[in-house]
């Protein structure tokens, strides 16, 4: 019989979308507040994969992600979506035109993958708990990053793949 054991520290990521750069911005010092220093900021990408997002978001949106310094336990990944999504609100409630001038979708990395947190159930989706589900949308496997059926086109990107080997390599150095 196998012995359960602690998951290994990972790393807190979280993708931030919006027109607007003082949505991104307001996103990263919330997570600061929240989660402590940022280790590594990617750019800030053009979102051109796909116009679903448009009626509630707008045209033109960037996204960026932030990982955070700390170890982050996997455990946590409910508790953070559940603070994403208050998040979001707010800053709807108090800002812009569109219904959803701020899209959050925190998750995690480890060195063999990166899982999204959400709040939709499909196949592919393993429920945690309190409406939230995980999403195994990479994984690293042959010195690369490699894609699912079901990995959201974006994700698929050479230049977020990039960003989140370095990421990897981030975490790998830091213990």
Known sequence: ??????????????????????????????????????????????????????ATMGPGLKKTFFALERPFDPAELVEIKWATNRWEEEYAAASCAEPRPLNLDPGYLTAAKLVLASTKDFAHRLYLSRGIYAEMTLQYKHHRWQSHEYTFPDYRRADYQEFFTRCREWLRNRD
């Open 1 to 54: 019989m196998g012995q359960p054991l602690p998951h290994p520290p990972a790393l807190l990521l979280m993708a931030a979308f919006s027109r607007y750069d003082a949505a991104l911005d307001w996103a990263r010092q919330r997570a600061v507040d929240a989660w402590g220093p940022i280790a590594l900021e990617s750019p800030r990408f053009e979102f051109s994969e796909t116009r679903y997002y448009d």
